[in-house]
């Protein structure tokens, strides 16, 4: 069985929890979801979508480099949304970074909504969702990435 080893650098934001920014095991790489916080200050870049896709990216990228791999290296992503509205500006911004590299993708919608009434359950379809991102944010990256 492969060890797991943690992966951190400082050119990515301390994770704000009990959880590591990555794991590498074998040569496969799992990043925690990178917010657009600037490691230097710890604070949420200014901006909106397009600004905060950047650094969630840029710190993505630094997570993934300090664990041996590369942007090209990153087989899967997930992208975390507020607002699905942003999708398209985040696309761009994700399109540039990545440039011809495409690995496969998953968005998802985060929002709030409310719990409903117990005799009201039979008639639901169930979604799974979160409250909200971290430090509410609008966009939060994790992704799987092969490592040489």
């Known amino acids: 069985m492969s060890s797991l080893t943690v992966v951190s650098t400082k050119d990515a934001p301390a994770a704000l929890g009990p959880y590591s920014m990555a794991i590498k095991t074998g040569n496969l790489v799992f ?3 990178c917010i657009p916080m600037d490691p230097e200050t710890m604070e949420i870049v200014a901006g909106g979508i397009e600004e905060q896709t950047a650094q969630s990216l840029k710190n993505l990228k630094a ?16 992208v975390f949304l507020k607002n699905m509205g942003d999708f398209a500006a985040m696309n761009k911004i994700y399109a540039e970074k990545f ?4 690995p496969a993708r998953s968005a998802v919608r985060v929002t709030l909504f409310s719990a409903p009434k117990i005799e009201d359950l039979h008639e639901l ?6 409250a909200r991102l971290p430090k509410d944010v609008l966009v939060e990256i994790e992704c799987i990435a092969v490592a040489e």
């Open 63 to 78: 997570v993934v480099e300090a664990s041996g791999s590369s942007m090209n290296g990153i087989a899967k992503t997930t």
């Open 99 to 102: 440039g011809n590299h495409k």
């Open 125 to 130: 379809n169930f979604q799974v969702e979160v």
């Open 31 to 33: 990043a925690s979801g």
